[in-house]
């Protein structure tokens, strides 16, 4: 037996070593209590099982094992260490982030960690007494009392007769599988037939049925038998490019049932928690109870539930969840499926691991030696270069399921309607006539703003002055319906300014629009018009966000404003017209994706319009008509998008061709931060030569109370990451050396976006 157990805590620490007590079974993946420090119990996870005594004088034991299985599987342990590895952090804080808060208990001590153990839920099991066990002997009784009590045969003759698979491990029967009252269970009980017992529920065997999936068409059938060969040729990832409608769920339900009736577990991924509701709904109708949710919005008693209930499954299992569903415990992982593929909100950026949830994906399903379906309208150009490079399965489906015709895509320029007097506060005369038109034939409209708020500053027409956030550098945005001036970089609020500080002058200007003012605008245009407003100010609960999207699907609500909240996945039918007000501030971003995520982010708002036999129609405002990336959306061609970008990146070695990993310094004291930088990019210059770009001042150089300053590592594909990684790592620690840079944190973001 072995004496020592490394275990992985989550901290952002190494594993530590503790002693294994005497008689206590242990596993590597299993969840335990240990004491660290004088008064902090921990869950921790064993990592490894050893027998080299550590160097130090006293070791502490283990307290005590929490499940009576591991939590993770030896590919689940590779996982992570691939991914602490590859992201740059500690096992701990992966552990920190894959555990659902319940399942990780920390407490003061020993009594008070018992007392936050999770228990998962009891329910009864019934078994024979040991004397009923044999067959003969049951008959020959259930013939006696026949006659006198055929209520209790017929239970009897159901225990006996009961399916074995539906058994739980000790081959005891679930209670609630019985078909009895439990007055009657109590009578078999005192006359010695039956134990009952109270036990954790456990995870059934599904019984087999057939899935009844939607009959694909002819094009959706061939795509669907493309994606069968690269599964059964072991072509690991396939990317799946569908426009907007054409029925790329319905092949993911296809494959979904082919993997779930031969046993495997599917794991579905989709990149807006708030899309699951109607995905799932979709899913049970076929799955039934083969489908769970797990996304951070479910009550953390329901996350711990999945996550332990997982860890214990026999496979058959539809998981259906943002990118933190990676981490459950899927043990017969066959199928991983990565809707909307290119959505930015599969990377976490914002704490360690910064990892990107497709790629952890693709990563996952690999070591498990399952397969990969990606899916999207419009494509990463990361997973588009693969599949051209023959890395990936490929296919494409190119028309909306039902006949449904693509929307008419109008590109309004901004300037001439102004110039002609035409334009009416935010809206070009094209999106007017359009608004108009579909209002009087009872259809509804979509608008598109990228900002929340009412204006994104108020300024002094005289002098200039803006008020800006005292812990960031950026302006305060105004919420008129909040009466208040916001930060959306730290939430920092004020009172709306009612004079200029400095010329006292109180004629103020809102600068700009945001999502409030356009809803006030339209609805002044159009008063008959009934509007809502989608973004995160109206929907701060759940609730709030089912009824303005329940409203507008019932057709309540004839107009909605919104941001991004908008643009992703919503199936109406009755949307006529989509409006884009300024697609000016998507294709200015400095940013080198800023074409690609304007190009997808505008053909997934466009895929809003009309989903049925009728053409929708998309007006883009914009004073940059000619810009090629408005003239790829109207054509609908990503092929030129794509063509287009990946030349450019390759000329300067940008992803896909090369890796990024970005360096984000902050600290209180800007000149120690500047010094700090100065060093860390001198040093790194000495190891990657020109590889490293900057230190440089991102736009926003200063977010609750901290400075920021850049820089990037930029590692052509062909050269090594992990030689690239080792030589950060000793850059990193020789600038952790040095004292007065101790104030100073930096956040490494590999792949950063
Ligand atoms: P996508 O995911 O590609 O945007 P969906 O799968 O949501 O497209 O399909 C769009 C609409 O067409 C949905 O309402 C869906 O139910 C319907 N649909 C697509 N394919 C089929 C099919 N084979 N049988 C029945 N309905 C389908
Ligand atoms: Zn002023
Ligand atoms: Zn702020």
Redesign the pocket.
Known sequence: MNRFADIVLPLAQPAYCFAVPEGMELREGDAVAVQFGRRNFYTGIVWRLHDNPPQVKRIKPIDHRLYDHPLLDDKQIKFWEWLADYYMCTIGEVMRMALPSLAKPKASSDEEFRSMEFRPRTEPYVALTERWLDGEALSAECERIARRAPRRREVLEQIAAFDEKLKNSEGEIPRRLLECDSSMLLALKKAGYITVEQREREVEQHAEVAFVT????SS?QRVFEEIVISEETGRGVHLLQ?V???????IYMAMIARTLARGGDVLMLVPEIALTSQLIERMERIFGSRVTAYHSKLGSRRRTETYIRQSQSHGGELIVGARSALFLPTRHLQLVIVDEEHDTSYKQSDSAPRYQGRDCAIMLSAMYGAFTLLGSATPSLESYANALGEKYGYSTLKER??GAVQPRIIISDTIRSVKRGERKSHFNSALQRAIADALEQGEQVMLFQNRRGFSPFVACPDCGWTLRCPNCNVTLTWHRAADRMECHYCGHTAQVPKSCPHCKTTDLTPMGFGTEKIEEAIAALFPDARVARLDRDTSTSESAYNRIIGEFASGQTDILVGTQMITKGF?FDNVAVVGILNADNLLFIPDFRASERAFQLMTQVAGRAGRRQKEGVVVIQTSEADNPVIGWVARGDYEAMARSELNERHAFAYPPYSRLVRLTLKGEDATILKQCSSRLAEGLRRRFGGRVMGPMTPPIDRIRGLWIVQIMLKIECGRSMSRARELLRQELDEVGKIKEYKQISIAIDVDAQ
């Open positions: 939607p009959a694909l068409t959706q569908g907007t409608g054409s029925g790329k769920t319905e399921y039902g199936d």
